[in-house]
């Protein structure tokens, strides 16, 4: 009888031991992939050990702890957040715009701390997203906060635990009782681009900056909306302790570090200095400076940057007024925002027939681009904006990056400028336009208009989808102006004589785009899904479709109540796949597409081998044939990895033309390097 009870209970330890051991492993190359950008395993291999996680777990329900990495997605929607008392109040900084107000400060510091030797300031830069407080209890997380009134929070915790970045628990032997660390949570640019791709592909309105997606995202209740968002956090200045004493500021950065919490320090780890201990105002200035020139060459956006007191001896001595720590100060940026005058309003017909009213304006700098157009995104934001031919107007750079109208400045309003009329006609195929229900988007309907097909023929060939990148917009719209390309399957009907006759492109580019053509020839599933453009379908819902039907065949007798089951698939794009499916029309030209010579590969997952399992080949350089991510999806089909910087750990460095300090690091640390053909023998 005993011995049953000991021999459970070593299984169930043994459980526990295999348990802890995965956690841990998951753990680590979350850090390295999300923190440190330098992933060390395949997404392929990481899934995998998910899976062994989900599987062991699954049998083992009564062994799920909460910090799991399993317990990160997924959670019920909530009613709404409960509202949750800081333990010390959320404060906001004082904000100056110029050097002098930063001489200003520091003599008011000097002051109040009787001293006129040099202060120690730690300078960083002041993210644009919005503020967090994670809270750690004996090392595990257990609440997220927003700043709310700076008083009282809304609990975000469901939310913020889906940000992959952010260590469940704390890998260290002897965890503060209470360890409350705040932060910003932003999406890069780059990765809000995607976003409003993403958004656009699926008719959603786009966000205007990565602030607001971001914030609109911790707003959500359901945290499956969360756990698909780019989000990211940054912890910037410790809340209440227990159990921990940090001397100063430079001292909470190596804590975080250490413990693998992503924080502002990770910036200086990828490439750019923007964390400083500067001695005095000057050196401050010139940070300053320093910052504001490298701002745009940032992933991430800012507005300023905050100055510190390193000394968390001197900060306490300095305290607050009003709502303000006086040991701090945010030096902002100018707005990027300049004034020009509107010439023309168009409108632009997309690829779903949406009409969006764009502004021609006066050419004009904003941010050192130059920009001549803004969208007024559709109808009841011109009419709301109510933005004139003939109008000045203030613009922006949202996002740093799509320009976009702020407001018209009245006052300049020249005299006779009329309300701009909304259309009610597609101005290109002069079909009447209509408003979906719900909807503020006019949209043309006719699905033979120039425009849509055009648009839809210019996402076809587009990274993402087929990615034919040699055809970019102008020669497809000479192809079409030429009656050359009039679909999809007309693409892999052209031959090198069509283009050097109708472009008078010389043969060497019309050889490329052949090229081109051919290297596309074998999409993903997935890719070619997406790349059909059909309503609603995005690349993630693509993926999903690939995954359940596996083969085009099966795709193209999808019904509705097989549609419905898969995970992230609605009613609404339900209702427009079966409606495209059952136009003939629709069936004949895919079938077109594959018999003019696309070969589709089954999904992903089965085209996997081992050959390059566990590898970790960093591609450099360019290459003549195909593009660098390309590879990397190359290389992760058959099992290995391809981090992004080389190390000791690096098995090769495949190196193509113009290859740079990749090469070089290689070289001196006695990586192997390889060239195309003999990575291609790794794989044959
Ligand atoms: S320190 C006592 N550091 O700026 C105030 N804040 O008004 C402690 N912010 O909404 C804030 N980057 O979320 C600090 N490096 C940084 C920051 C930063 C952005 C935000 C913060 C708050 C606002 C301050």
Redesign the pocket.
């Known amino acids: 009888m005993n011995s049953n009870v000991d021999r459970l209970e070593s299984s169930v330890k043994s459980i526990k031991d295999k348990l802890k051991k995965l956690k841990n492993e998951i753990n680590e190359h979350n850090y390295l992939y999300h923190t440190l950008d330098t992933p060390q395993i395949s997404d392929y291999q990481y899934d995998q050990l998910f899976q062994e996680l989900l599987d062991l777990e699954n049998s083992h329900p009564e062994l799920i702890t909460k910090d799991s990495p399993s317990q990160r997605t997924g959670s019920a929607p909530l009613d709404k957040f409960e509202k949750v008392e800081h333990k010390i109040p959320m ?3 004082q904000n100056s715009y110029s050097p002098e107000d930063i001489f200003a400060f520091d003599e008011r510091v000097k002051k109040v701390l009787g001293s006129d030797k040099n202060i120690d300031y730690m300078c ?4 644009d997203g919005l ?1 967090i407080e994670l809270i750690y209890e004996k090392g595990h997380f257990t609440r997220a906060l927003t ?1 709310g009134d700076g008083l009282v929070g809304e609990d975000v915790t469901l939310n913020v635990k889906t940000i992959k970045s952010i260590p469940l628990v704390l890998p260290m032997k002897n965890p503060p009782a209470v360890f409350e660390v705040r932060g ?1 949570i932003v999406i890069h640019k780059k990765d809000f681009l995607n976003l409003n791709e993403e958004q656009k592909n699926q008719e959603l309105e786009p966000f205007a900056n990565p602030r607001n997606a971001a914030a609109g995202t911790l707003r959500q209740l359901d945290s499956k909306v969360a756990a698909s968002r780019p989000l990211r956090v940054y912890a ?2 410790p809340g209440f302790t227990e159990g921990l004493s940090l001397e100063s500021h430079v001292k909470f950065f190596e804590f975080l570090k250490s413990n693998t919490v992503p924080n ?1 320090l990770d910036f200086k780890v990828r490439k750019n200095n923007l964390l400083k201990i500067c001695k005095g105002p000057e050196d401050v200035v010139e940070h300053y400076h320093f910052i504001e020139k490298v701002r745009d060459s940032l992933d991430f956006e800012i507005d300023g940057m ?1 100055i510190k007191v390193n000394d968390y001896q001197l900060q306490s001595e300095l305290g607050f007024i009003a709502r303000s ?1 006086r040991w ?1 100060s ?1 030096a902002k940026f100018k707005p990027e925002q300049v004034t020009t005058t509107v010439e023309s309003i168009v409108i632009q017909v997309g690829r779903t027939g949406a009409l969006t009213p764009v502004a021609i304006m006066k050419p004009v700098k904003v941010g050192g681009v130059t920009i001549t157009h803004a969208t007024l995104h559709n109808q009841s934001e011109i009419e709301r904006k109510d933005v004139r031919v003939g109008d000045s107007v203030i613009v922006q750079r949202a996002g740093d990056v799509i320009p976009e109208v702020v407001e018209v400045v009245i006052k300049k309003r020249p005299k006779n400028t009329k309300a701009f009329q909304f259309p009610t006609h597609c101005p290109t195929c002069k079909e009447k336009a209509v408003k979906e229900d719900g909807e503020a988007v006019l949209r043309c309907v006719n699905i033979l208009c120039p425009d849509i097909v055009q648009e839809s023929l210019k996402h076809f060939v587009s990274k993402k989808a087929m990615n034919i990148d040699k055809l970019g917009e102008k020669i497809v719209q000479s192809l079409w102006d030429a009656k050359l390309v009039r679909k999809f399957s007309d693409i892999y009907k052209l031959k090198k004589t069509d283009l050097i006759d109708l472009e008078r492109l010389g043969e060497k580019s019309a050889q490329n785009i052949i090229t081109s053509i051919n290297q596309s020839k074998e999409p993903t599933l997935a890719k070619f899904i997406f790349s059909l453009g059909i309503r609603f379908v995005g690349e993630q819902t693509a993926k999903a479709l690939a995954k359940y039907y596996g083969n085009i065949d099966d795709f193209l007798k999808a019904q509705s109540d097989d549609l419905l089951k898969i995970n992230d698939v609605g009613p609404k794009v339900v209702e427009s796949i079966t409606k495209v499916l059952q136009d003939p029309d629709f069936i004949t030209e895919v079938k077109q597409i594959i018999k003019n010579g696309v070969t589709l590969k089954e999904v992903e997952m089965t085209s996997h081998t081992k050959m390059l399992d566990g590898l970790k080949i960093v591609v450099t350089g360019s290459f003549e044939k195909i593009d660098r991510n390309q590879i990397k999806e190359i290389i992760e089909s058959h099992g290995g990895s391809s981090p992004s910087s080389v190390s000791k750990k690096t098995d090769y460095v495949l190196a193509g033309e113009a290859a740079g300090s990749k090469l070089e690091k290689a070289e001196s640390l006695g990586v192997k390097v390889i060239n195309w053909d003999e990575f291609q023998g790794l794989i044959q």
């Open positions: 404060l906001s900084l960083e830069p002041k993210l503020a700043r910003e910037y200045a502002l905050v720590p701090a945010a």
